[in-house]
């Protein structure tokens, strides 16, 4: 039997974050990047990182032969050092996402890994694959789309993108390529759906060089401290644009502002003169209105710079009426409250805030309907497969795709696991593979059981029983109930006693060994504790034979 063409889905449909597509042929699996996503805190207490369960990878480990990387977002590498401390394989993609990647690595303590830079429509072949990357806009310099030319034929994957026809480098998205590989045909394409509920086109990254350049035209009086994700060179290249041109020196504050300003520095993506940088701890040596301070915590993040200064926690920058604080990125669905906390907290001390709500300080770095339409029909596949984006980002996507002329029965929405032949004659959904979250307390692989448990102890909190008995069983001395995230009324806790004491005393006790005594003490407890308070702590009866 011939060769199959087989696409599977390890991370990033159905979800946001955690992007990862394997492609194989014969003895050749490849994969299209490998991300994370961080944990919500709520439901997922005490978990640092998520990354793809990439078990078909491990299990196909002599076929796979190389990784080809979009571009360096966590929600695209994140996921990489992981699987190349298991696999050690060779990974390809701009110098920014490898010198992010070496980065993360080198920060995990793993080994070092064989990273290739590519430069701009290079072209590298791997068995029966011919991988090429074609240069697109995004919110980080260095983005590619890749168009992989198979036995089977084409197929496009997107990757993140936006058409920029203005960006910050000047180094535009190759519209022109990208028509050209649609003209010659393409089998199946993958495209992005983060945004497919926007109308029209996305804002140009250096319509926000123009809102930064007004503010800090207006606010020359001020201090100006300007917070945004570390990764968006672009966007921190602008700021320093403006600082310097208003006369202003720069100093950075938190670790991942500066590493990747360090980084970005080393491969020459970020141009700033030294003469211009003040370091964050001598920044009381320069005049309010002749500095400007770069930071991270945009997402009103607990431990960021921002966070801490509208708390007053920061030592060096204490936020007074003399400020000017740019937000200068949008919350991620789910962070509204920290940041309009963090917002609220800047305000109490006098400062202007400024905000996405108020002014345009921030261009997303997704393609917006219009710009997917286009797309579409500059690569005019065959087939279409909407990735990156929850079940429904991607069903509106099927459907604008649809709009678009695609035909119904060649458009498929992928899940988690999904297993599909491409061929010619159409996309045939095989066997699923095992996929799903992988979750990580620092390098280590966390159970699901113990990630209940510490959400059973955030939410209900952990009771301790102690019991002192004789050797015959009889109770010696005070029984004590211990409680920690758990609050207990006195007489819930008399009752807890009292009720303890009698099964002590009762025969049925005795007659028991010692791990079904601590099983009639918990039971007793939880009943009390479901009836009087409609609550279930952890109970811990801990039994001491005197
Ligand atoms: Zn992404
Ligand atoms: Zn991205």
């Given at each position: 039997m011939a060769n199959q063409l087989k696409l599977i889905f390890l991370g990033g449909v159905g979800e946001i974050g955690k992007n990862m597509t394997a492609l194989e042929y014969g003895d050749t699996l490849i994969v299209i990047d490998g991300g994370m996503s961080f944990p919500d805190p709520e439901t997922m207490p005490g978990i640092d990182v998520i990354i793809p369960d990439y078990e078909y990878l491990l299990k196909n480990k002599h076929k796979l032969k190389a990784i080809f990387v979009t571009h360096g977002h966590e929600d695209h590498i994140g996921g990489l050092p992981y699987l190349l401390r298991d696999v050690p394989t060779p990974v390809y993609g701009s110098n920014i996402a490898m010198a992010f990647l070496e980065h993360k690595i080198k920060k995990n303590k793993f080994k070092e890994a064989k990273t290739n830079v590519v430069k701009d429509g290079e072209i590298i072949e791997v068995g029966p694959f011919k991988v090429e990357f074609v240069r697109v806009t995004h919110s980080i310099a260095g983005a590619y789309a890749i168009s992989i030319t198979t036995p089977k034929g084409v197929i496009f994957f997107t990757g993140d993108f936006k058409i920029d026809h203005t960006p910050v480098d000047g180094r535009k998205i190759d519209l022109a390529r990208i028509a050209e590989i649609g003209t010659k045909g393409v089998l199946l394409m993958l495209q992005e759906s983060t945004n497919v509920e926007r109308r029209g086109y996305s804002m140009s990254e250096s319509k926000v060089g123009e809102s930064l350049d007004n503010l800090f035209n207006e606010n020359r009086g001020s201090r100006i401290i300007v917070a945004t994700f570390a990764s968006n060179i672009h966007r921190v290249q602008q700021i320093i644009n403006c600082a310097i041109k208003y006369g202003r020196k720069v100093a950075f504050s938190g670790r991942s502002m500066l590493n990747t300003v360090e980084i970005a520095q080393k491969i020459k993506e970020l141009k700033i003169p030294e003469d211009r940088i003040v370091d964050i701890e001598k920044?009381?040596?320069?005049p309010y209105d002749r500095l400007c301070i770069i930071a991270t915590g945009t997402q009103g993040e607990p431990e960021s710079a921002l966070t801490r200064m509208s708390q007053d926690e920061f030592k060096r920058v204490a936020i007074c009426e003399t400020d000017t604080v740019i937000l200068s990125a949008s919350p991620i669905p789910g962070n509204e409250r920290p940041i309009y906390q963090v917002i609220n907290n800047l305000c109490k001390k006098g400062a202007k805030v400024v905000y996405e709500a108020l002014s345009e300080v921030h261009a997303s770095g997704h393609a917006y309907q219009e710009e997917l339409k286009m797309m579409l029909a500059l690569v005019r596949p065959r087939y279409f497969i909407p990735v990156h984006g929850e079940y429904r980002h991607l069903k509106k996507h099927a459907e604008l795709a649809e709009k678009m002329g695609i035909l119904r029965a060649n458009v498929l929405i992928p899940e988690l696991g999904f297993c599909v032949s491409v061929s010619k004659a159409g996309l045939k959904q095989l066997p699923t593979v095992k996929s799903g979250s992988v979750f990580l307390v620092g390098d280590t692989e966390s159970e699901a059981e113990d990630m209940q448990i510490r959400k059973h102890l955030a939410e209900e909190g952990i009771v301790i029983a102690l019991v002192t008995v004789s050797a015959s069983g009889k109770p010696q001395g005070e029984l004590d109930i211990i409680t920690k995230g758990a609050v207990i009324p006195d007489n819930v806790i008399q009752e807890l006693k009292d009720a303890i004491q009698y099964k002590l005393a009762g025969g049925e006790y005795r007659e028991l060994n010692q791990e079904a005594r601590q099983k009639l003490i918990r039971k007793t407890m939880s009943k009390i504790f479901y009836n009087k308070m409609k609550r279930c702590p952890i109970i811990m009866p801990i039994i001491i034979e005197e």
């Open positions: 920044i009381s040596q320069v």
